[in-house]
């Protein structure tokens, strides 16, 4: 069902921020309303993450009604929260194809508007980045305001931090907006959070009003300094206190903290912050799903969602949204992870599991209602989470860590180091391992074989199905060294898919033969849950009276030396993976074949196949995998090429 | 001159922590006192981490005097400052040995003793990996003491402050010894640290000592909680209570500051704090380089030294150690660099210069004086010191990135996402890639051809010599992507060699012929300053009349085609690269001849030489490049063996 005109009078009038501009604020107030129906619209039929969206409608209003951010910069952390800023930046209508080939991305993109400054999806690089741009202006003697919002999830990141005790390296405005939302992807974690959440539990609607009075009345003035404006604040309004602190010892000019959904307040105090000649902190609040009841109480589910039923009734939360029907059914690599890992640890006490903020998304839920004792979520800092999971494997625990490919990457150091230089029996659960449709290319996992597979002691698994991805982490769990176990987001084949040969035990640097077939000229070796594409690309070819043998490879360090003495007896092999073709299983594979060269009078070809080095857009993860060249028409193509050049 | 046995008397009884609980606390003073003086000895002749280390000398000697570390656990931060520790635990005859290949490590080590729980040299992960052990130990029903160490420039770390925010998951003792000595490598940097220096110079030594006499006498005692205890102290302590500002905001109980050269102090307040049942930090201030005068004046030459002459005159600091006579004479890369950038910077002044507490170790020093409103420090923040450059890039000034390759690995994700995903025209500089000598495994740059390589955008450049290096970064500051400029810690070659061939401009992804003979079967093809071995195995090779070709790739991003060309004509390639075989320079080359070894009939043999992947040991780096068979003599091994199977 489309939304109907009039349910977006002036929303229809609202092309570019100009528009805005030319509105009064209860119109604004108005216009919020319109935007939140617009965007549940869109979202209902698209997927995206909506909660986040939903509560900054109006802190995303009154920050482009006060600043022109055609040449004033907003900075988004994460940048999954900018929907709002789409709507109102001339994308409104490919909004409605969010996240679709054809459409928009669900994260800042510069390619995408002159208001999007970096393309962003990790957490923590906001402060950072307005840091760098902030020098720079000043530099070249521009003076274009910045504003940099961050989240309370992403302002403990390590990096946020990182950037916020050097903040002093900026001698001009900047303005970070901490919308503190109590949220994370799951409820937020650490002492920070408690520390807001105990300040915010404190605070009435009436103080955060009596707040943003007198941060307006004391605000600093020609001939006055905002050291003396914020005494004066502190002064009159004793409950803000607290939350200074923090920032305070960081040396960063603090106030609030405010109401982040009343559109006249926020727009009085970004005009007179942006007054300021040098870095200030504003503190708001805002409601996560605000707008939306369905996505005020269940935030976890409506944080990143698929299609779902719109409108719906004011009744409780559809249980299950359109795309949840459909995982019911089928199930993930992440569902039997969850599961099995809830199994093996009730069988072994000292199996513990650490996540980042990613409860949900890593299937650990059921585990974290278990074994709440047993279970650690860090928030966003998959760097000291990789570390702790290095001291509790010192001490005698086995951790198994939970961390998506692409986000791991903030703990490549630390598992160098802190795990694998120590050789510490750590197991790596990575999820999202390939490419992973919708959220693009921040979000994809194409990195994670490269950069685990030159650690030493480490070892390198990737199970093709539901079985081998149980068989994998039971072997897993019984290493006296670091195991990495790579699956993608995606479902499980079916039970009887390729369950005779996937049925063996893990054996370390061992493949399994999954089809062989007398006298083939190919052999192809997939690693990982390509084994599908590898299985269909082998019946097809064979339909064609061409016979190819398949290898499930199941290790990429080690990696099994049978498949280099096939192609040392000439056999030609074709790789398969859901990784970048650089660095990649297939680079392995020839790395080892490059010695071979030397010695074999009638080395077969090799060919590699996988995604090439390049930023994979947002699109469904099928089409990705098609469009990389990671299938079975490929894998024909690369078949038929082979024999037609042996000839 | 070998110290004298009456100057190391009490030393000469103290064989492990035990020896020293049996010695009173004067005699621990006077212990202090030999340990230095054996420590100069040594580190005089090894070179070594010396200013820190004496700084922690009582610290050290305190806390063994208090805990026992052999069942409890001491995590040390960096850990370059563990060197009273290795003294009094059994290894006080091997660290005349220090950091030599027959010797011990200048860093803690498992290996070499069970009073060592991680093997680290990187900043920011003992209060992390501390979190862990604490939460194994309290699993598994032990009650060992934990105390990590960090130094104030660690604290500030992000990967130390994700873990400080998730302190509230130890339910039991881990004690947190905040080292303040108010230097990182250089100067520390940021808001913490000057927070910290705020208060250091509002403390006089009689503060401390009344710090110290309040918190024993507060110290809670059965019934009493810390809480209150905290409490008290503050409000006897005005002093101290601005310290605890930044703590308290992250609910940790803090104590101090104290001073940190007063033994008796310490082992009192160590024995009250063990008590407590949950975590909490003790501050303490130390003086870099005490007990040392020409440390104590010049703090930076100090940090790591080679060997030098001692005892020395009171008189002023020698103006260069030993090593340094020699470094006036031969340049090295990093030499090099500071000065061409210095050149290039006077030229153009949109360049600005970034780096991590590095300032002195990546050749900044001049550019600092010079430029130092175009010279930014952010401390130990490498994720941050990447995000900040990218901010700059963005608002259109020239970044320039010096970070060690191995501590760019805590960059891998700001660069792939933050600098790669926008394009951004970013120059990271690269020094210490390759294997390091002395400082061992937790420093080799062994990684970053690899881990950069795979992400989209990016030109990895590496130069052979002087003339190359000059070109690289000419060349890198013209381009608009982001690039990357290895070299290693090491001296140029003289100035006459490969002069010719390297004086051609760099043009993207083109490599220069240094050396080509008529007809000649195999190609050594090098990349950066290893071309140095590859000319050496030609020169060698010829004697014994074998002709062959030595290409400098010059690139690993884009790489040269023609040097898959040459392969597929039927020519020998050998690759060598100062990097590991995994995913390294060779690798890419044998990614390329994969596609080509379906097409060709006459297909050479690919040979790679680089470091294998394991740990490398402490040793010279002359010794390390030999022994992981990066050298002439190697590829004279190589080129034979590809000769005989030919035939």
Known sequence: ME??????????????PDDLKKLSVPQLVDLAGEIRRFMLDAVSKTGGHLASNLGVVELTLALHYVFDFKEDKLLWDVGHQCYTHKIITGRKEA???????????????????VYDQFAVGHAGTAVATAIGMAIGQLKQGKNDKIVALVGDASIVNGVSFEALNNLGLVKRQLLIVLNDNSMAIDATQGAVAKYFSKIRLSQTYEDLRKTTANILEHMPVIGKSVEEAIERIKKSIRMALPASQMFESLNIPYFGPVDGHDIGSLVQLFRALAQLNHPAIL????????????????LSKFHSTGPFAWPVS??????????????RIKRSFTDVFGKHLVELAEKDTSIVAITSAMSDGTGLVEFRKRFSDRFYDVGIAESAAVDIAAGLARSGLKPVVCIYSTFLQRSFDQIFQEVALQNLPVVFCIDRAGVVGEDGPTHHGLMDIGFLRMIPNMVLTAPANEVELKLALEFGLGQDRPIVIRYPR?????????????AKPFKLGKSVVVRRRKDSPIAIVSYGSVLKEALEGARALEKDGIAVDVINARFAAPIDEKIISLLAEGKGIITVEDHQLTCGFGSAVAEMAAAKMADSKKLGALRLLGVPRRF??????????????VNADKIMEAAREMLSSAK
């Open 490 to 502: 995606d479902f499980v084949p079916a039970q009887k898919f390729a369950r005779a040969a996937c």
């Open 314 to 327: 004011r009744a409780p939360c559809p249980e299950r949204p359109a795309v949840g029907d459909e995982r």
């Open 3 to 16: 939304i109907s005109h009039e349910k977006v009078k002036l929303l229809n009038g609202v092309n570019s």
């Open 283 to 298: 503190h708001v609040y805002t409601k996560k799903g605000e707008g939306f009841a369905p996505a005020e109480q269940d």
């Open 616 to 629: 994979i857009k947002h699109d469904s993860r099928a089409m990705q995998l098609m469009q990389t060249g």
């Open 95 to 113: 909004f409605r194809r969010l996240r679709q080939a054809d459409g928009i991305s669900g994260f800042p993109d510069p390619a995408e508007s």
